[in-house]
């Protein structure tokens, strides 16, 4: 059986160097008492645009609309008399979003003009 030896980039080499260099041989395990890894890591390229932890499936199982229906609806009490039907709000007070202002330094660059100088 042919067995074709791996091409190393050029970091693995410096690496196996440097392991190597300290006494380290291939198959035996990292550490003092040599139980470690044997295998270097593997990292695997981000090739989506997305950030860590983005849940694609979220958009799809988060249903704030009816979250927000529901609470609305517990909060209002309709009341049926002799007047008619009758529906008022269980808080006085509404509800108001203060959405912080955004960093002026990071919200737009500044459209100027070039001044020309006359002699």
């Known amino acids: ?34 139980n ?4 270097a890591l593997r990292v695997t390229l981000k090739q989506d645009t997305h950030g860590v932890g983005h849940d694609p499936a979220k958009e799809f199982t988060n249903h704030w609309w009816n979250e927000l229906f529901n609470k609305t609806a517990a909060n209002l009490v309709v009341e049926t008399g002799q ?5 008022r709000s269980l808080s006085k007070e509404t ?25």
């Open 83 to 87: 007047d008619g039907v009758q529906i």
């Open 1 to 34: 059986m042919n067995v074709t030896p791996e091409v190393k980039s050029r970091g693995m080499k410096f690496a196996e160097e440097q392991l190597l260099k300290h006494g380290w041989t291939q198959g035996k395990g990292l550490g003092r008492k040599e």
């Open 36 to 39: 470690g890894i044997t295998q």
């Open 95 to 119: 509800t108001r979003y203060n959405h912080p202002k955004p960093n002026l330094l990071y919200q737009k660059f500044v459209k100027t003009a070039q001044t020309l100088s006359r002699n």
